[in-house]
């Protein structure tokens, strides 16, 4: 839990819990014999608590209390020190993949709130096969006592039944070959009633609104005859792997039909049926691109009649990637000026964070963006790895200095030139772009102080020597004082003589030559 400040966590301010699993005796026997070792027993004291405030044959969400409850129940005491004791608690099942936190911003009381979201302890298998979870229990209890308690999980097969597995054959039978769904009519009764009952959030939907693409909608697109067909199958449980994909549809605007496309290329998936986030991202900007050169916009879907919305703050939980991050105010930037009628200074910084970068390059134009602006911050994207935050405040950047009415255009060069000074510096958060502009801003501003200075030294300078004599011979300047152009009669008549002598003297030159 990153706490700036303890005045920011008191027994005052409100939090809730939500969870979407129940614990079973293999959950329960895990977390007294193996996490418990690693974080300690008051941690996981505080673990079931919260799981407690759910009723355990229900998931969802609990009642939002004041922390004042926390602080009660497990004893202790509300002041500095008890503060950094339950952070600290808290901290240790955050670690260890049990626990997060989400801070709330709630702008009508000027204060935050807190959610603690539960995830399930890991099974035998998972945990032993984490690497380093598995180091940290052998440091915390030894070598030795870590084989013997993994033994303890598990009963082993029958003699006769290990000996040889060669001849194994799965003769199970698929759900297609028993059932058969009617998917011509879609029930939109049923889907809407379930939406509204929902008392947990839907993997993979979005804060402002917008519905997110669920199963559903991709497998009913499907083809059924293609090779990729078995891993998008598994994506119905799979809620992670849901999200990677929602967010690459909400980056790149893509329906359902796309995503449908997309997913039954070669590529996509490993052998495993894991997603490859970059072939997708690849694939999905290769469509994105295409539709901004034939300049059109997307259909969105018609037919959806399922709007759900979350209530978090943060776009993303353990089922959207990347998940939806706070900005601390110290770390606040200006809002430019043609936001200043839309948005506060709130929502344009957690916008400049959150939002994808294509997203946030629509809000700069009234129209469509330049396609080579656009090529520009793509290649940024997939060729130098920044992240979309940093991206982000690279463009508030290069947007802010274009428009303060300076010299400077922009161009390729110009971004790219910002980019790389980003990726030398290693600037990868957003605390550490938005520390980059500032001292860019800085140095831009004494440089602009000392080069207006030095100019007017220039012009004040007179390049002299030692000794008081100008280093070039000063010449002088014939000035105009009217008489220039009057010529006496005895001057006019001087000169027609002289051009006359000298005419004559060239016609004699010209006859004597041979």
Not at 32 to 53: D, I, K, T
Not at 252 to 280: C, H, M, N
Not at 283 to 310: M, N
Not at 317 to 331: F, G, K, R, T
Request: charged share 25%; with cysteine.
């Amino acid at each position: 839990m990153r706490m700036s400040h303890l005045h920011h966590f008191t027994e005052h301010h409100r939090y809730c819990v939500s969870r979407e699993f129940g614990l079973s005796s293999v959950d329960g026997r895990m977390l007294s014999s193996v996490y418990q070792p690693m974080v300690g027993a008051f941690a996981v004291s505080l673990y079931r608590l919260l799981f407690e405030h759910i009723p355990a044959e229900a998931i969802g969400y609990s009642p939002v209390e004041q922390q004042r409850r926390l602080f009660m129940t497990l004893g202790v005491e509300p002041n500095e020190k008890g503060r950094k004791y339950l952070v600290d608690q808290a901290s240790r099942l955050e670690a260890v993949g049990l626990m997060q936190t989400c801070r709330i911003y709630v702008a009508e009381t000027d204060d935050y709130m807190y959610e603690y979201e539960l995830l399930p302890p890991l099974s035998p298998a998972d945990f032993f096969a984490t690497q380093h979870l598995t180091l940290l229990l052998r440091d915390k209890i030894g070598k030795f006592a870590v084989l013997s308690l993994r033994e303890q999980f598990w009963n082993r097969e029958p003699e006769e039944w290990s000996r040889r597995s060669i001849g194994k054959e799965n003769i199970s039978l698929p759900f297609y070959d028993i059932f058969q769904l009617n998917t011509h009519v879609i029930d939109y009764e049923l889907e809407q009633a379930l939406a509204e009952v929902a008392s947990v959030r839907q993997p993979g939907m979005r804060e402002a609104g917008e519905p997110a693409i669920g199963y559903s909608d991709i497998i009913l697109r499907f083809p059924r005859e293609s090779v990729n067909r078995v891993h998008v199958e598994k994506l119905r449980f799979d809620h992670t792997q849901m999200g990677l994909i929602n967010y690459v549809a909400h980056k790149y605007e893509l329906s359902p039909q796309d995503l449908s496309r997309l997913l039954d290329e070669d590529g996509v998936f490993t052998p495993d049926g894991e997603v490859i986030l970059d072939a997708l991202q690849y694939k999905a900007s290769q469509h994105f691109r295409q539709d901004l050169k034939r300049q059109e916009k997307r259909e969105i879907a018609a037919a959806k009649v399922i709007s759900l919305r979350s209530a978090s703050a943060e776009e993303g939980d353990d089922s959207i990637a990347p998940p939806e991050q706070s900005v601390e105010m110290e770390y606040y930037v200006e809002v430019p000026p043609q936001f200043l009628s839309k948005c506060d200074i709130h929502q344009y910084n957690m916008m400049l964070r959150n939002e994808p970068y294509t997203r946030l390059l629509q809000t700069f134009f009234p129209g469509s963006v330049p396609s080579q602006l656009m090529d520009t911050f793509e290649k940024i994207d997939l060729n130098y790895k920044l992240s979309g935050e940093v991206i982000n405040v690279l463009i508030h950047y290069v947007m802010t200095m274009v428009a303060s009415g300076g010299d400077q255009r922009m161009n390729r060069n110009f971004v790219e030139a910002i980019a790389s000074n980003m990726l030398v510096k290693q600037v990868n958060t957003y605390e550490k772009a938005v520390r980059y502009i500032r001292d860019q801003t800085k140095v831009k501003g004494k440089g602009t102080a000392s080069g207006a200075a030095g100019s007017t030294g220039a012009r004040q300078r007179s390049y002299t020597k030692s000794g008081g004599r100008s280093a070039k011979p000063e010449i002088p300047i014939v000035l105009d004082d009217g008489s220039a152009g009057t010529v006496s009669d005895e001057e006019f008549a001087a000169a027609m003589r002289k051009a006359a002598d000298i005419k004559a003297s060239k016609k004699k030159g010209v006859s004597k030559t041979p």
